[in-house]
């Protein structure tokens, strides 16, 4: 666990970078940091390991006050991850890996053989290994700065911006990776970016910043979509957070409709087509949905190949979002929910979910009794 | 064409003589010279009031004649005049003078954010400096050693003039003597020695960094 009790940092040309900041990123939990440009996220970060020293108050981890100790050994028990990856040029990949073993004097062997282990660990090729930094991807670069910061193993994992030089694609790869890591490893991390979408998919709790160091609302992200503090969260977190927020929002399922189905591969008897229905759901033995079968196309029998397999399915726990998602891609214009076997449950329209949603909008809201709505038009 | 070869043999052994002591003329102030310019040229960039302070002394050093060096040096240090020593320390402030500056300016093309890993990984200062900095460094070190080495090898040649024995004096007996083959012969060797110098420091330059060759690969 690491806090800030209220820690703030003025610079010597008088910048207060964070001001009174106080904030707890619990144990095995991913906090992030976001803001815009220039709020204090790097200098936040940078005081937990003291590469910047505090002009006031106190960071603990597990409750030791960080001030009192080595700088450099402190360092070495905290992971960072840098912008930029920030590899050491003339170092091969394994080398780069191994530079905090090395620091701590596990000796050469023991220390590539963990580097090794760790190549692997973050998905890149053992071949990798021996080359230089410069002949790898942004994205592998930035896989081997991950990797480096585990070396030994530490509690902590600080990470700045780390996948924000990467394209977009690959970023997803690597918060996917990330949260993979996550789950195996249950590592204390303090996360820093400026895009809110990349905060809301990977944190546990999201504090959001504002210019001047100032801590402007910590939250899980569902809360934070939900109900922003203020205008400047409300701002931040984009016009189109209602349709994020579904992600997170778990309502009560709306009554599903029975569906009729008909099993994979029997026989059509003609009489099945019924007047604005053309749609007919294929299960298997086991009532798990198989796919959408055309009813005008004429088809004598329920075979696989018939079938539209266009369409998601919603499971019965899932989100708003997954229920909408599933209406809307359905041929048949009805969603496919399931339960967590797979089996079939019923179906759902998009006007259901919608009107499902507008009742969520309309719920008063938990927090501080607000009642704000969900979509809050922005000012300009 | 004969004539040249035939002095040549018949001079080897001093010739050899003069060849050496030119090679430890000029290699010695630049070992000496690149120790002392680590540390300052460090300094100077840690301390960015040091710097311009610091670039602006040894460069103006630099603008001291060599031979008006060498004849002063006696009075300040306390040496005979044609002591090789006054030759050793006048180089040796003319290669600070001009790798300071190519220290302090190799650091600092150290990228941030590789600087800020090193500290981020729990590197202590001195380390960080000769496991990272430097390394990084050798591509900008090694061309300034480069330009100390060919200077230095001309600047000893200067040093024919107080007396002390190096190729230098092949220039000057062959005036005296009106005789044009010693000071060809000089100036090949000279040629020759800068070559040498040169390619000595090229080569282990590329063999402390294949990883800037790798970034091409
Ligand atoms: N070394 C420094 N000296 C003076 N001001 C600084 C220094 N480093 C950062 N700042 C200022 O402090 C503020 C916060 O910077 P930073 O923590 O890097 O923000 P972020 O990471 O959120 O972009 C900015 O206004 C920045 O200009
Ligand atoms: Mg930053």
Redesign the pocket.
Known sequence: MIEFKSVTKR???G?V?VDALSLTAPTGQITVLV?P????????LRMINRMIELSSGQILIDGTDTAGQDAATLRRGIGYVIQHAGLFPHRTIVDNIATVPMLVGWGRTRARERAYELLERVGLDRRLARRYPAQLSGGQQQRVGVARALAVDPPILLMDEPFSAVDPIVREELQTELMRLQAELDKTIVF?THDIDEAIRIGDQVAV?RQG?LLAQLAPPAELLAHPHDDFVADFVGRDRGYRALAFSNAQLPALREERTVRLGAALDGDRSGAGDDWLLVVDDAQRPQGWLDLRAGHRDAAADHLELGGTTACRDGSLRSLLDAALSSPAGRGVVIDDTGRLLGTVTAREVLALIEAERERPTSSAGSTEPLEKSTPG | MSEYFTWLLDNAGQVTALFWAHTKLAVIPLLIGLVLALPLGWASRRIPRLYTPMVGLTGLLYTIPSLALFVALPGIIGTKILDPVNVVVALTLYTVALLVRTVADGLAAVPEDVQAAATAMGYRRFRRLVAVELPIAVPVIAAGLRVAAVSNVSLVSVAALIGVPQLGQLFTSGFQLFYFVPIVWGVVLCLLLAFLLDAVILLVARWLTPWTRAAQA
Do not use: E, I
């Open positions: 610079y010597p040309d910048t970078a803001g440009s220039g709020c204090g996220k790097t200098t936040s820093v910043m160091g």
